[in-house]
């Protein structure tokens, strides 16, 4: 077994998980829970900014480097897909995994931005409306919804994709997502705490500022 997966990431995987989730259920049901949508995407701003700070400065597998590959790579491992062994073992994401992170990363950050630039023109206006023409504002409302339907769907593919690998190629994708390790031989990630924290501050700190200076809301995460 290998440690790949630091605490971290783990953490970062499955609060995504449920922040989405929430965000969701309170943009559905709108009323006083609006308030709650925003401290949610606030939170989810934060994360997604963790995320991309720790994809640069974190544990080895956590890294972009590991996972982000070219069009030749990606193109050389779909056939492998649809072989149940074909001695393709991923310590990090394989080229395809890659892509969904990506993906999903860009999503979240396009219906953040959207939405903080979004009114409802009753109870809810985003800290980025006032910067903006209410043209613009409206373009942004109508692209948040339009953004989140993709991401369902992105998302539910992901789901599915993992789920393939995890029934027919017996690659114990969401343990590892558990407990952090993946049976297959190689080097161990090494977790330091002490970045964490510091990429922590500094993404609630990055998201408070850009809130504070270019809005007029504010939260204390």
């Known amino acids: 077994m290998t440690k790949v997966w630091d605490p971290s990431i783990r953490i970062f995987h499955w609060a995504t998980v449920a922040i989405i989730g929430g965000l969701w259920y309170t943009g559905e049901q709108g009323g006083d829970l609006i308030y709650l949508h925003q401290t949610l995407g606030f939170s989810l701003a934060a994360l997604v900014l963790y995320r991309i700070i720790w994809g640069f400065w974190g544990s080895r597998y956590a890294r972009f480097r590991e996972f982000v590959r070219g069009p030749g790579t990606i193109l050389s491992y779909l056939p492998s897909m649809f072989r149940r062994n074909d001695g393709h073992r991923h310590l990090s994401h394989n080229p395809m995994g890659g892509i969904a992170v990506l993906t999903i990363l860009g999503l979240i950050l396009a219906q953040l931005i959207t939405g903080m630039m979004s009114t409802d023109d009753i109870m809810f206006d985003g800290p980025f409306v006032s ?48 407990h952090g390790s993946k049976p297959y031989e190689g080097e161990h990630a090494r977790f330091s705490a002490l970045r964490a924290i510091i990429a922590i501050v500094l993404a609630a700190g990055i998201s408070q500022f850009i809130i504070r200076f270019f809005g007029d809301v504010s939260i204390a995460f």
Do not use: C, N, T, Y
């Not at 373009?139 to 789901?159: E, K, S, T």
């Not at 994709?161 to 027919?168: K, T």
């Open 131 to 178: 910067l903006v023409s209410s043209d613009i504002s409206d373009i942004a409302r109508d692209l948040h919804g339009w953004i989140f339907a993709i991401l369902q769907i992105v998302v539910v593919i992901h789901v599915l994709a993992v789920v393939w690998h995890q029934r027919f190629k017996g690659e114990p994708l969401i343990q590892s997502m558990i």
